[in-house]
Nanobody
Framework: VQLVESGGGSVQTGGSLTLSCTVS????????IGWFRQVPGKVREGVSV????????YYSDSVKGRFTVSRDSAKSAVILQMNSLKPEDTAVYSC????????????????????WGQGTQVTVSS
């Protein structure tokens, strides 16, 4: 199983970035994909979840209305569109997969997830 994040970079406040989590070795029909972020010295924060059973999504309050998560089935990827970025969004963003066939798994904590990507840096400057 492999999860690979891409699309990170540096933007100014108010800008946008699109992150991709490309998966191999598992089916996006059976696994929920969570997006997390972490700043050195701080606890990892859950940002969003994409559920395979009903394509439902779930967001933390800190990103609701600004971030959108979706699935790109053709590329076996889950996309995190980040708009109206703020300096406090600066972090390493990682995606993670959890078995979730036929269920809804709105977990914004790391423990329930089985597989993790390496992460991609997002930097928002003021």
């Amino acid at each position: 199983v492999q999860l690979v994040e891409s699309g990170g970079g540096s933007v100014q406040t108010g800008g946008s970035l699109t992150l991709s989590c490309t998966v191999s070795g598992l089916s996006l029909d059976d696994y929920a994909i969570g997006w997390f972020r972490q700043v050195p010295g701080k606890v990892r924060e859950g940002v969003s979840v994409f559920n395979p059973s009903d394509a439902s999504t779930y967001y933390s309050d800190s990103v609701k209305g600004r971030f959108t998560v979706s699935r790109d089935s053709a590329k076996s990827a889950v996309i995190l569109q980040m708009n109206s970025l703020k300096p406090e969004d600066t972090a390493v963003y990682s995606c993670a997969a959890r078995w979730c066939k036929g269920a809804v798994c709105n977990y914004l904590i790391p423990d329930p997830y089985h597989y993790w990507g390496q992460g991609t840096q997002v930097t928002v400057s003021s």
